[in-house]
């Protein structure tokens, strides 16, 4: 049974019976396996679990990235099981906010203009210095990506992701090819655009430390959620360790 | 099969789009080279056979009246090897199912058919013998054009009088493999015929019993045939000598040298744009290939593998793409040489004309096409080669990109950020962008160099046929009459307008060199028959001395103001000395005009004219032509309409043939660069643009940012390649033009506005199958890989 939310916001995502089944030849693979999950405005969660057991997956599908092969998955009035590709990049276009493990930012556009490249295509999006200002990057606005740390870079990918002010930031593993100083910056930048805009998070991650900080961890094993548990007071980034 | 083999052949397949253009891209280049080549060895080969057996004279000359008693001391002159006498005279043919005159030239046999020199070729039939005045052999393009067959009649208009001839035969001959009529450039084998009669015909007709007007020689190999034809006019003069000329001059063989000129030309430049345009995107391809597998060949490497099965990996797959490429290469090649031996067919007239491809043209051609593709590959596998396998296998640096120095010139508000990625892409790697600027503008001057023709013979059209020569009909008579002749024309009905021209023979001399040719009297105020100069401003000719082509003076060597050496070739063959008193730039011949009384004061001849020029009724062409054919004072008539259809008619095939192949080149090449390079940008980028499609870019907006560059590219190339052309084209036209045939490089807005067209729309093609790509762009997977 999905877990009743004890924030009182709307019900952002749905899924009741989620599955997802790779067949490569001769093996076959349940990347996901008659998956339940509810999720509500403004939560930020984080999906635990070691790789392999399908938080990727699970992610990819909230973000209208992949297609699961049974069940049903919805995002508010949004079917994206049966949706084709025009609507699923429509759906990313409006709603969703991506943080990657690699950044994926654009490497012939400075932070600045990788920030203003999402204004390009959102209805009502910030100004980009002021999502540069959100996650502490207002000295760096005309860099290029390989001018500038890891740490930096995601925290410019950040900036990005919420420029269009998504309804729903999903990262994956942000902090996966990061330090801990920088990882922790990243998570300290999430959090407070969490915060501060009331974006509906949700964070992948190995990391079991990083659990500290959302309002619920949902733990993945073998393509279920194994485990639910709410935290009585999320930690700061500045107080997580690992 | 090895393992590198099995690799081999599959990365062949994952790349089969690459490896299929480039290798049309060599296919394209050896054809062109393989058809050129075999088509000027067929040729060359033919011709010399054919002039072998038709034993093809060496010297030409002609006489007005001589005594058959000088033959012997012809033949005496040293170096001569055999000489032979005959009577050749332009004449009228009346064809009832032509309504048009159709004008002959007769030349009389003394060995049915079977001469010492120029010995006919008979096709079908047989040749009348010696002393049967009745029968006629016909030249085969006539026969043909005519539907003429041995048995039938033909009626000519000899002396004034009506004779009747039987066709007894069909034939070719050396001396007219390109039959055309004197004055025009393209055979017109409806209305121009070449007659063989027996000499007692013509004895009998023009009075020349005992006597010829026309002598053809032999030389020893090795004689000095200037020395010769000096002694040759020496011995002439007294009979109405004109000139004897070289086997150069003689008007089918000029053409035919012209011809096969211009293709060793054409074998010896255009294919290497291809081999060119190939070893670029080779180089690119396989260097593309090369960095794609950076690591893999480090691995290879670190595992102990030596260099040379690794060099030896990557030269087999330019070998692959050059023997695919070899194999429709020649088969190409073969077919577009059958094409042009068929096309030639129409123009040059050989017993035995059939397409034989030359085996060595395919085995250099081959050759170097591997040696331009494995050049192409050794930059790309030189660099990976040296680097040490540890460095091999870390990734390669990303590229350092910075703002373009394009950005400040433009305005602010234009630069959005994806058009800032465009622009920097574009920066970032100058040295392909400008490769790939550079093979479009290649394809460009392809399409041009097929549809330029069009435009230059509508130009030589235009300018000859409605500028220069304002009439619609020429008549010429045998010999000069008084001018009042065309006071006499003018009276014919529908006749509009006369003018006299006179034609003289001279022979111009300055310093050591000299040209025979004919100066052509026009008076001041002349209507129909305008020279023009290039451009074209009709010249005024000062009422005294010279006025020359450029060409004709840059052969004798002379500017405005020095004197030329004019020797009269008829009549009382007077000498002066006359000033060139203006040069005029021509599109056709190598001319000297004289106003008309000048020139006849030069002769001393009185008031006469050779030619008149008319302006006839449109409605009455036909009934005055039929009325012409009559008339026993005119020798030929031409009339504009006739000739300007069977030149189109002539050159249409030609032309549209060329342009066809060619501008399959065009497309082959701009499919080459613009799909290459898109695979490429899409290979490189495939990381960046999935990114954008992740963050909610539509398939249309990730394509546009990739196609974008290529728009730009081609918006840069097309201009450069127009540029191009017009080099392609002076250079081309300057090549091809010869003495008599000036090809304007003219290039119509047409033929660029249809260059663009093929390329864009090639490009267009290529973008459309990378598009498909784009769409399937694995998005989940670059979230998890690092570029």
Known sequence: ?242 | MSLLDRKLYRDIKAMSGQVVTIALLVAAGLAVFIASVSTYDTLEAERIRFYDEGRFPDVFASVKRAPLTIVSRIAEIPGVAAVEPRIVRDVIVDWPSSALPVSARMVSLANGGDEPLNRIHLRRGAVPRPGDARGAVVNEAFAEANILSPGADLRVILNGRLEAFTVDGIALSPEYVYAVKPGLLIPDDRHYAVLWVDRTALEAAFGMEGAFNDVVIRLAPGANSRQIIEELDTLLEPYGGVGAVARRDQPSHRFLDDELTQLKVMSTTIPYLFFGVAAFLLNVALGRLVTVQREQIAALKALGFPASPIVIHYLKLVGVVVALGAALGIVGGVAMGRALILSYQGFFRFPDLVFELSPWSAVIGTAISFVAAALGVVTALRNVMTLAPAVAMRPVAPMRFRRAALESLLPRRLLTPRRMMILRNLAGRPVRAVLTIVGISFAVPMVVLGLFWRDAIDHMMDVQFNLVERGNATVTFPHPLDANVVGDLTREPGVMLAEGLRYVPVRLRAGQRSYLTSAIGLSVDAQLRRPRDLSLKPIELPPKGLTLARSLAESLGVATGDLVAVEVMEGRRRKRDLEVVAIVDEILGMSAYMEISALNQLTGEGNVVSAAALLVEPAAILALGKRLKELPLIESVTMKANAIASFLDKIAGLVLVSAAILTGFAVIIALGVVYNSARIGLQERAWELASLRVLGFTRSEVSTILFSEFVLEIALGLPLGLLLSRLVVDLISRLHSNETFQIPAVIGPRTFAAAAVVIVASAAASAYVVRRRIDRLDLVAVLKTRD
């Not at chain 1, 203009?113 to 005309?142: C, K, Q, W």
């Open chain 1, 1 to 242: 049974m999905p877990e009743k939310s004890s924030a009182n916001g709307r019900k952002v995502f749905e899924a009741r019976g989620l599955s997802k089944t790779y067949v490569m030849g001769d093996i076959t693979v349940n990347a996901l396996h008659d998956l339940d999950l509810d999720i509500y405005e403004g939560e930020f969660i984080v999906l635990l679990g070691p790789s392999g057991s399908g938080k990727s997956t699970l992610l990819n599908i909230l973000g209208g990235l992949d297609a699961p092969t049974g069940g049903r998955a919805t995002f508010r009035d949004h079917d994206l099981v049966g949706a084709d590709d025009a609507e699923l990049t429509r759906y990313r276009r409006e709603h969703v906010g991506f943080v990657f493990q690699f950044y994926n930012l654009i490497p012939s556009l400075t932070v600045l203009e990788n920030v203003a490249l999402i204004g390009e295509i959102a209805t009502n999006p910030f100004d980009p210095r002021e999502a540069l200002a959100l996650v502490e990057l207002s000295d760096r606005l005309d860099h290029f990506p390989s001018q500038i740390s890891g740490g930096e870079q995601q925290r410019v990918a950040v900036a990005r992701a919420i420029a269009k002010r998504p309804d729903v930031l999903l990262c994956d593993e942000p902090t996966g090819a990061l330090d801990y100083e920088t990882g922790k910056l990243v998570l300290a930048a999430i959090a407070r655009v969490n915060r501060e805009l009331g974006t509906t998070t949700v964070v992948i991650t190995h990391n079991s430390a990083i659990a500290g900080m959302a309002d619920r961890v949902l733990r993945l094993r073998g393509g279920r959620i194994v485990g639910s548990d709410r935290n009585a007071r999320r930690l700061t980034p500045e107080e997580l360790n690992w």
